[in-house]
């Protein structure tokens, strides 16, 4: 688009492509090689789109923000581990077994804690370096919570241009038909 009709934006956000603002809505329509009713079906199609990344990137976030309590969880779990060490008084924990199930366990000096790595796997680690690969998740979690939610930004922008763009096609189509109607009535008068 020529830098009449649209206004430099940014292209492209790690896949989302984005949308320009229409400043001449003529001059856009010529450009593009659209009628108003192809236009407005051709962003109504883009707004759906992004609709739908994001309720992906929404689920992402949901995920994220579930996953970072559960991380720091097990982080003080292990922490807790480390403390009791050497001290000679066990450790007595309730845990969940299933969902609303719950065991009292007594753990005595330890050197290692098994961590769930996901797909029905668990690891046996020593407690620096359970410490270690969980502080390194949970690093990684909050770097791509910080990412969606600067890619929900970017997405809600790009929703909002459309949305303001399929408004300004529509009402530029309604104002071009009542001047044509009102050009056909002057004739036949």
Same mark, same amino acid.
């Given at each position: 688009m020529a830098s009449s009709s649209s206004s430099p934006a940014v292209t492209e956000r790690r896949g989302i492509p984005g949308a320009s603002f229409v400043h001449d809505v003529q001059t856009?329509?010529?450009?593009s090689g659209l009628d108003?009713?192809? *236009?407005? %079906?051709? &962003? =109504?199609?883009?707004?759906?789109?992004?609709?739908?990344?994001?309720?992906?990137?929404?689920?992402?976030?949901?995920?994220?923000q579930a996953k970072i309590p559960d991380i720091e969880k097990c982080l003080?779990?292990?922490?807790?581990?480390?403390?009791?060490k050497g001290t000679g008084e066990p450790l007595i924990a309730d845990f969940e077994v299933s969902e609303g199930i719950y065991s009292r366990a007594r753990i005595e000096d330890t050197d290692s804690v098994c961590l769930w790595l996901g797909a029905n796997v668990m690891l046996e680690y020593s407690c620096e370096e *359970?410490? %270690?690969? &969980? =502080?390194?998740n949970l690093e990684n979690a909050k770097a791509s919570l910080e990412v969606l939610v600067t890619d929900l930004?970017?997405?809600?922008?790009?929703?909002?241009?459309?949305?303001?763009t399929i408004a300004r096609v529509y009402n530029w189509d309604v104002h071009q038909r009542r001047i044509r109607q009102a050009a056909a009535a002057a004739q036949d008068s």
């Amino acid at each position: 688009m020529a830098s009449s009709s649209s206004s430099p934006a940014v292209t492209e956000r790690r896949g989302i492509p984005g949308a320009s603002f229409v400043h001449d809505v003529q001059t856009y329509l010529t450009e593009s090689g659209l009628d108003c009713n192809s *236009a407005l %079906a051709f &962003l =109504q199609e883009r707004l759906q789109q992004y609709k739908l990344v994001e309720m992906k990137l929404l689920a992402q976030q949901r995920d994220l923000q579930a996953k970072i309590p559960d991380i720091e969880k097990c982080l003080d779990v292990v922490a807790t581990l480390e403390a009791k060490k050497g001290t000679g008084e066990p450790l007595i924990a309730d845990f969940e077994v299933s969902e609303g199930i719950y065991s009292r366990a007594r753990i005595e000096d330890t050197d290692s804690v098994c961590l769930w790595l996901g797909a029905n796997v668990m690891l046996e680690y020593s407690c620096e370096e *359970a410490t %270690a690969l &969980l =502080q390194k998740n949970l690093e990684n979690a909050k770097a791509s919570l910080e990412v969606l939610v600067t890619d929900l930004q970017f997405l809600r922008d790009q929703v909002t241009i459309t949305q303001v763009t399929i408004a300004r096609v529509y009402n530029w189509d309604v104002h071009q038909r009542r001047i044509r109607q009102a050009a056909a009535a002057a004739q036949d008068s």
